[in-house]
């Protein structure tokens, strides 16, 4: 069983959607969070970082985190074309300044114009 | 701020060659850096982590024989990929971080080999 659990998709939406994104994961030792936008052929770019539980709210976007139930969530509301891209979610037992991260597989999202 | 470059963006090479890639944190001090490997349509695998002025750190089943990672500064490491065959063919990524800083990740590098 992998340590992080993400649906790759595809997932396509229409413009001005509001987009859930999910993962779900086994070890409970993690406690910092992440949200990654890997637009193709690029490097991935940090979005949103959480700490333990929690709502966090930056712009358009909206990430959810529930350790209880082991599972995180990114909102994306007002969706556009240029969301269009692979979400990763990533996690970290320690504070990730030095610390591995373990990743979702991605998932990959398209918003139609 | 954190900004993250690689340099090449991409490179192709003949088999049995030799590829150096290098990853430089632009604004910040990194302690530690990451190396990953990624293929298509799939997500990051960590090959190794370097901290300034130590040895590397590789991830199981990542030969360090022909990945040789140097982190000589809190500004740059570098990859070496030796003796390169078709199957290294890869998107490879480095990341940065500091006490201050959480992972940032540099554009890539797309490394053909023929």
């Known amino acids: 069983q992998k340590e992080v659990e993400q649906d790759p998709g595809p997932l396509s939406v229409p413009e001005g959607a509001i987009v859930s994104l999910n993962c779900t994961y086994s070890?409970?030792?993690?406690?910092?969070f992440m949200w990654y936008r890997q637009y193709s052929r690029k490097g991935p770019e940090l979005l949103m970082y959480?700490?333990?539980?929690g709502n966090k709210e930056d712009g358009r976007f909206t990430a959810q985190v529930d350790k209880s139930s082991k599972y995180i969530s990114l909102f994306i509301r007002d969706s556009q074309p240029s969301d269009s891209a692979t979400y990763l979610c990533?996690?970290?037992?320690?504070?990730?300044?030095?610390?591995?991260?373990?990743f979702g597989e991605g998932t990959q999202l398209t918003v139609n114009p | 701020g954190a900004v993250v470059s690689q340099h090449p963006s991409r490179v192709i090479c003949k088999s049995g060659t030799s590829v150096k890639i290098e990853c430089r944190s632009l604004?910040?001090?990194?302690?530690?850096m990451f190396w990953y490997r990624q293929f298509p349509k799939q997500s990051l695998m960590l090959m190794a982590t370097?901290?300034?002025?130590?040895?590397?750190?590789?991830e199981q089943g990542v030969e360090k024989d022909k990945f040789l990672i140097n982190h000589t500064s809190l500004t740059l490491s570098t990859l070496t990929v030796t003796s390169a065959h078709p199957e290294d063919s890869s998107f490879y990524i480095c990341?940065?971080?500091?006490?201050?800083?959480?992972?940032?990740f540099g554009p890539g590098t797309r490394l053909t080999v023929t």
């Open positions: 990341s940065a971080s500091s006490l201050v800083y959480e992972q940032y």
């Open positions: 070890n409970s030792a993690f406690q910092y």
């Open positions: 959480t700490y333990s539980s």
């Open positions: 990533a996690m970290s037992a320690r504070e990730t300044s030095g610390s591995r991260l373990t």
């Open positions: 604004d910040f001090q990194a302690t530690t």
């Open positions: 370097s901290n300034e002025g130590s040895k590397a750190t590789y």
